[in-house]
């Protein structure tokens, strides 16, 4: 880790010059700018204060999340960083280590794979009477995505962003196939026929989509859209035979040639945004958060276009795309809630973070933010969010502890059914079982 350097935010920028700019910005909150609540709840009487802060993402976000630290250091000078960032890849593993020595840092980012797990592990500060009191003022934020940092019913985090499951296709190659593009609202079955439609027309060169069926986003949409839940509590929740089903939409999909081989998939399915099918070629569409759209058109030449999921728009929900979260164990309680005060809720923050992490978290400070937006597949995104928001469902519970292994079993039970290995009612059975068993531990 190391401290931010007081250097200029970037070479040929004069601080001073940015600086009266910035403070021309409207500020939103009590946090941040004006550093009233920096001193707050501190255990050191006087001299410095040095915060450790820890996320994943790539060179664009940490300069972005630099410049910001740096932008309130510059207002609360007593304030310093010392940072720390990796690709996702190996995060949980380096945060894991962290926790268990006692050393995790100040403040940092997770998503809702782990939130409730730490939780429960007493791993994150409890920030709920510091948001009774607005000491961290969420009153920007849509009360969904408020909600959507509670474990139970306590604020456990703070959402840095908004996201929302998206289809990612190949706008370019849609329009050279004089096809329909994918639409929001589409069911799931007009979508498989959708696809087998581009196979087709294409010759076969390139399947029409990425089979989702070991996407827990996707399935998780798909129970929303019938009335279910992927959890209720520590449970599963959805049956075997709704699994089944899940599974034989995709036999369908796969028997009309609208997905691409068994290996392909299983290389898409590690994550990796260069390994995504829209992207190598291999299909017209995959499965992706709206805020990866930029970051996936930087990998082609052809421009990609953005659509919600297929299903009913009301089983997403406002969704955090990931967290800022403090440590319990922190000695300066007061400075990570003002931070995550700054971070959520700063004009002149929300400007220099821009849109990689999704969506401004606080309403105002999105506006103001999506105001500046010049690059297309940005305003594909807003757009993307704008479109949805008032047809959002009911926010559920974050997952629950054993969520991640849950996620890996789905991605395996699915390579099995999609390899012939087994049928999807054996895969399913194995599933439920193993899965049960996981969310027990």
Request: aromatic fraction near 8%; charged fraction near 20%.
């Amino acid at each position: 880790m190391h401290a931010l350097p007081s250097v200029p935010l970037r070479p040929g920028v004069d601080r001073r010059r940015l600086l009266g700019a910035l403070a021309g910005l409207p500020l939103l909150a009590t946090g941040g700018l004006t550093g009233c609540g920096a001193e707050e709840e501190t255990r050191v009487d006087d001299g410095p204060i040095e915060l450790s802060v820890f996320w994943w993402g790539g060179t664009r976000r940490a300069e972005a999340t630099e410049k910001a630290l740096r932008l309130y250091s510059q207002q609360n000078p007593r304030v310093r960083f010392r940072v720390t960032w990796q690709a996702l890849t190996g995060y949980y593993d380096r945060l894991a280590t962290q926790a268990a020595g006692g050393n995790v840092p100040d403040l940092f980012q997770i998503d809702d794979t782990l939130l409730t797990e730490y939780a429960q592990r007493e791993i994150v500060l409890d920030l709920t009477d510091r948001v009774a009191d607005n000491r961290l003022d969420l009153r920007g934020l849509p009360p969904g995505l408020a909600r959507y940092g509670q474990v139970g019913d306590r604020t456990m985090a703070v959402a840095a962003a908004e996201t929302s499951a998206a289809v990612v296709y190949n706008r370019k190659l849609l329009h050279r196939l004089r096809l329909p593009e994918p639409r929001t609202g589409m069911s799931w079955r007009e979508y498989v026929e959708w696809a087998a439609g581009v196979t087709r027309a294409s010759g076969g060169t390139v399947a029409g989509t990425m089979d989702a069926s070991g996407d827990y986003r996707a399935l998780w949409l798909w129970l929303r859209g019938q009335g279910g839940e992927l959890y209720q509590g520590r449970q599963l929740g959805f049956s075997a035979g709704e699994l089944v089903e899940w599974f034989e939409l995709w036999e369908v999909a796969r028997s009309r040639r609208a997905t691409p081989s068994a290996a392909l998939v299983e290389q898409a399915d590690t994550g990796d945004l260069a390994h995504q099918l829209v992207v190598t070629g291999h299909a017209a569409a995959s499965f992706a958060w709206s805020y990866q759209l930029p970051e996936l058109q930087r990998y082609t030449h052809d421009e990609l276009g953005l659509s919600g999921f297929p299903g009913t728009p009301a089983a997403q929900w406002p969704r955090a795309s990931m967290y800022w979260a403090g440590f319990r164990g922190t000695r300066h309680p007061g400075v990570v809630v003002d931070v995550i005060n700054f971070l959520t809720s700063n004009v002149a923050a929300g400007r220099l973070l821009g849109l990689d992490r999704g969506l401004n978290a606080s309403l105002p400070v999105r506006g103001y933010v999506e105001e500046g937006i010049t690059d297309r597949a940005q305003k594909e995104v807003v757009a993307l969010g704008s479109g949805l928001k008032d047809l959002l469902g009911p926010v559920p519970a974050p997952p629950p502890k054993g969520h991640a292994k849950v996620r890996a079993l789905l991605v395996a039970a699915a390579e099995s059914v999609r390899s012939g290995r087994s049928g999807a009612r054996a895969a399913t059975s194995r599933f439920m079982a193993q899965a049960n068993a996981a969310l027990a531990q």
